[in-house]
Every structure is written in C-alpha cells, then in structure tokens.
C-alpha cells in the first residue's frame, strides 16, 4: 500500500479529518477529534503509526517485522508499521480499522450518536447516487 492509497483509505472513514498538527512532515488522521492513524511523510520506507489493542498489537509485531513499538507514542497502545515493504494491503486495511474503531467506540455517547448519523446518512445519500 502507497502512502496515496493510506491517505485516502483513512479519509473513507466516517468524520474522518486531516490535519498536521505536528508540523508539514507529519499527516494526522483524527474521529471526533481524536488521532487513529499518523503518517510521517519524510520516512523511507513509508511509516505510519496506528492505535492498536495491546494483546493484538504484540501478535501483529511477532507476525510481521515492519511492525514495531510506536515511534513516538504510547508503546502499549500503539504500532508504526512499514507500510510499503510486504504487508498485504488487505491486513493493513484490517489495521487501520481497527485502529478506526478503537477510536471510535471510545467517543462519548453524544459523539457517538453524531457518528451513526452521519453514518446513515452517508449510506443513504451513496444509495440515492446509484
């Protein structure tokens, strides 16, 4: 997966935002204002770091050896994961999913709430598109 392809796999993701809080080199990936996917875009190879239960994140760093401790981040929480050098682009959308949902489901309720909403109504104007 190409940093392109990352950028606009987050960005699918309901009231998902961009910004560079950090600075230009740094994308940052947030839901209901809080971060689930980072990406440094001076790093070769390709970087991101990614939230991540901490029970899966120490079987996807035994699994694989493009994915390491958090760069930066809570080691307990979080991933940085190459993700241009081996990973199938199929587990790396699984990553960043769940990455997506532990954020997510963490909302406040009322947050949460807003989340459905727009979640519907996104899937209801993609239905009247077709």
């Not at 979080?78 to 199938?88: C, D, L, Q, S």
């Not at 949902?101 to 989340?115: E, G, H, W, Y």
Request: aromatic share 8%.
């Amino acid at each position: 997966m190409y940093l392109a392809q990352f950028r606009e796999y987050c960005l699918s993701k309901p009231r998902a935002t961009e910004g560079t809080p950090f600075g230009p080199d740094v994308l940052v990936f947030k839901v209901g204002g809080k971060m689930f996917a980072l990406a440094a875009l001076d790093e070769v190879p390709t970087t991101v770091n990614l939230k991540c239960d901490p029970d899966l994140a120490l079987d996807l760093r035994d699994r694989y050896e493009q994915v390491t401790p958090g760069y930066h981040m809570n080691k307990k929480h979080w991933n940085t994961v190459e993700i241009e050098t081996g990973i199938p682009d199929a587990e790396l959308r699984k990553m960043i999913d769940h990455s997506y949902d532990l954020v997510a489901n963490s909302l406040p309720k009322s947050t949460a709430k807003i989340a459905a909403r727009s979640r519907r109504s996104s899937t209801a104007a993609r239905r009247g598109r077709r």
